[in-house]
């Protein structure tokens, strides 16, 4: 069965460090690959996607992301975080185009101090 | 661009009551998905609906339903609520390419 996995639940980074959030996946083809955003009260906001292709995605905010197969992990980074980078970020995969049933995993809380 | 609007935004029920939470997606989209987030279980795929019939559908009990309009708003609907559907409930609509917008959520506390 498919699965995706976000080991780490919380991490705290200070201001203009660099981040990276981890995520590994299961399945036995490549899926469809996405990082999501989700501030407090707030609804889930797409930071970058991966299909095909260039396997070194940039997303909005500054933010990248590397598809590895060999080690199937699609891992979140941003050179310099910023304060209003704390929230939490989801890894999410899809096993077909066009159909929306995405699997998440459970999600890393940034904490982000000055 | 409006962007997906969930309604409505929080409510309070009680055990055995029914509940219906209603979202409008971004116009031009026809697909709408539901997802369910609460502490316990993460964010779990409920069902999508495209073009007003239910194209995928996760693993919940018959007590979660749905539907959509021939304007592509989808209603929700959870019958014989029990104090484990307490939840962030989210819509999300997709011009069909995989990308997903999500709502706001409609946060469910059952009593």
């Known amino acids: 069965a498919q699965s995706v996995t976000q080991p780490d639940i919380h991490i705290t980074v200070s201001e203009g460090a660099s981040l990276e959030l981890r995520c590994n996946y299961s399945?036995?083809?490549?899926?469809?690959l996405f990082w999501y955003v989700q501030s407090p009260g707030q609804g889930l906001q797409l930071l970058l996607k991966?299909?095909?292709?260039?396997?070194l995605v940039q997303g909005i905010k500054g933010f990248e992301a590397e598809f590895k197969r060999s080690q199937s992990s699609f891992n979140l980074r941003k050179p310099s975080v910023h304060w209003s980078d704390a929230a939490e970020y989801f890894c999410a995969v899809g096993l077909v185009t066009g159909a929306n049933n995405l699997f998440f995993g459970t999600g890393t809380r940034l904490t982000v101090i000055p | 661009k409006a962007g997906v609007t969930q309604t409505p935004r929080y409510l309070i029920k009680t055990r055995g009551q029914q509940v219906t939470l209603s979202c409008s997606p971004i116009s031009g989209h026809r697909s709408v998905s539901w997802y369910q987030q609460t502490p316990g279980q993460g964010l779990q795929f409920l069902f999508e609906y495209f073009s007003e019939t239910q194209r995928n559908k996760g693993n919940f009990p018959g007590r979660f339903s749905g539907r959509q309009f021939s304007n592509s708003r989808s209603e929700m609907n959870v019958s014989t609520l029990e104090l484990g559907d307490s939840a962030l409930y989210l819509c999300?609509?997709?011009?069909?390419?995989?990308?997903?917008?999500f709502g706001e959520g409609s946060r469910l506390t059952v009593l």
């Open positions: 991966y299909f095909s292709g260039d396997t």
């Open positions: 399945y036995g083809a490549t899926p469809y």
């Open positions: 999300a609509s997709s011009p069909n390419t995989g990308e997903l917008f």
